[in-house]
């Protein structure tokens, strides 16, 4: 389990040189930062600890392994086999990960395939688990923003908690003036045009 917990700048620092440079020593990245080595190393072992990071993690690609095509597949439940269902979905290799989203899908599935083809076996299988009524697979056609924390990390200016971003209009309120909108102005019955 993770435990939360505020980072310091020095924090910050590290974790964007480990995020550029995962397999960094600990002395090239005291040196890269300016820090104390002891600095640098005690603070990578509390924040491991505490499940920031994973320490010596490399993130295998699974195109690398064969498996370029990447999907994902929402599952409909029978919630009272919900155990088993995971159960089945970890005893196959090409599941990634399993999230459990709110809303209408009990399970969104992340899966690799070597092809298509490959893609529908590892439908079927999915949905051939005990437990699952219904499935929709999405393939992936790819990746516009890679699986990212670095953004995360960026010092927010007055060194506090990010600040709320402020929220956008929503679609069609006003841009300008009270009663315009992104369309013009606000007008009667049928507008201008009569």
């Known amino acids: 389990m993770v ?10 620092r590290i974790l964007l040189a480990l995020d550029e440079d995962p397999r960094a020593p600990i002395m090239v990245l005291a040196q890269k930062l300016g820090l104390a080595r002891g600095t640098v190393q005690s603070r990578v072992e509390r924040m491991t600890a505490s ?12 195109e690398g ?10 599952a409909e439940l029978d919630q009272s086999h919900l ?13 990634l990960e399993c999230l459990a989203p709110a809303g209408d899908t009990d399970l969104l599935i992340r899966v690799v395939a070597t092809s298509p083809d490959d893609l529908y076996r590892v439908s079927e ?10 499935t929709s697979t999405r393939m992936i056609l790819r990746t516009v923003i890679p699986y990212r924390t ?5 010092e927010p200016e007055g060194g506090g908690p990010q600040a709320p971003r402020a929220t956008p209009p ?25």
Do not use: H, M
């Not at 435990?3 to 910050?12: A, F």
């Not at 155990?83 to 599941?95: K, M």
């Not at 929503?170 to 009569?194: E, F, K, M």
């Open 3 to 12: 435990k939360s917990q505020q980072l310091d700048p020095t924090d910050r």
């Open 51 to 62: 499940g920031v990071f994973r320490a010596n993690s490399t993130r295998v690609q699974p």
């Open 65 to 74: 392994l064969g498996r370029g095509v990447l999907a994902e597949v929402s």
């Open 83 to 95: 155990n088993e269902a995971v159960a089945a979905l970890g005893g196959i290799p090409e599941v």
């Open 125 to 134: 299988e999915i949905r051939l688990c005990p437990g699952i009524r219904r």
């Open 150 to 154: 670095s953004p995360l990390l960026a």
């Open 170 to 194: 929503a679609p069609g309120r006003a841009v300008g003036s009270p009663g315009a909108t992104a369309r013009g102005p606000r007008t009667r019955g049928r507008g201008a045009l009569g």
